[in-house]
């Protein structure tokens, strides 16, 4: 969320439910891959 945040991706509460929920470690680890590209909140879970 930090990253994104520092990104200015905005952040739908749905999305941020779906992060903040999230217990798979190496999901979470894609996402965070993605976040540091990601332009809208939507290339983060490609």
């Known amino acids: 969320m930090r990253i994104l945040a520092f990104r200015k991706v905005a952040v739908d509460e749905l ?3 779906r992060i903040e929920s999230c217990l798979d470690t190496e999901q979470l680890e894609r996402w965070l891959g993605n ?3 990601a332009e809208h909140i939507e ?3 490609k």
Request: charged content about 20%; cysteine-free; proline content about 0%.
């Open 35 to 37: 976040a540091m590209t």
């Open 43 to 45: 290339d983060l879970f």
């Open 15 to 17: 999305s941020r439910s």
